[in-house]
Structures are given as structure tokens and as C-alpha cells.
């Protein structure tokens, strides 16, 4: 079993910054890609964020790209997101995630931490 802890989560101001992390901990790691993915009310979950433990490729979504980084600390198994110039349409409940290369869908979800940027 796997536990993925998110915190970092706040009330901030349009334009202003965050920092978010998600510790694992559980299972052996190995062969994963770990995540970041959020729901605003009323929304979908869409993704935000990947990144491959190993090697580090990362991709993002449009909407992030160029404000939002993923990062990871391999000797802490923790992933971070940076998320610079924030909007009020980024406000939502961001959720940690973590798939293994053999799964076609997430393996574990962190509980989620809340995000809202005010205009």
C-alpha cells in the first residue's frame, strides 16, 4: 500500500505564489510516474502535472505551462509542484497521484489540498 500526503495548500492572491508537496511512502519505488491533477467545484478532475521518477520528463497541461513546475526529490520520495503567477481560475482542490508504468489509470490518490487564489 502506498500513502501519498499533499500539504501546502492556502488562500493567496492573484499573481502570488505557491509551493505544493506530496510525500509517499509505503510500497518499494520503483518504475512509477508521479502526478498532479485538480478539481475546481462543479468541474471534472483534470490533470495538471507529470513527472517520470526516473529520467525526470515531465509534462503539463496548457493552461499551467510556463507558470507551474513538477519536481521531485528521489531521496525523500516527494514530488512538488511551483506554482508561480496564480489566477483565480486556478483554485481548486489539487490532488497528488502516483501510477505505475504497468497500470493504465492511477494506482493511489492523496487526499487533496485546497488551493484558492483571490482576485
Known amino acids: 500500500q502506498v500513502q501519498l500526503v499533499e500539504s501546502g495548500g492556502g488562500l493567496v492572491q492573484a499573481g502570488d505564489s505557491l509551493r505544493l508537496s506530496c510525500a509517499a511512502s509505503?510500497?518499494?519505488?520503483?518504475?512509477?510516474?508521479m502526478a498532479w491533477f485538480r478539481q475546481a467545484p462543479g468541474k471534472e478532475r483534470e490533470f495538471v502535472a507529470r513527472?517520470?521518477?526516473?529520467?525526470?520528463?515531465?509534462s503539463y497541461a496548457a493552461s499551467v505551462k510556463g507558470r507551474f513546475t513538477i519536481s521531485r526529490d528521489n531521496a525523500k520520495n516527494t514530488v512538488y509542484l511551483q506554482m508561480n503567477s496564480l489566477k483565480p481560475e486556478d483554485t481548486a482542490v489539487y490532488y497528488c497521484a502516483l501510477r505505475y508504468y504497468s497500470s493504465s489509470a492511477v494506482d493511489y490518490w492523496g487526499q487533496g489540498t485546497q488551493v484558492t487564489v483571490s482576485s
Open positions: 509505503g510500497r518499494p519505488f520503483s518504475n512509477y510516474a
Open positions: 513527472i517520470y521518477w526516473s529520467g525526470g520528463t515531465t
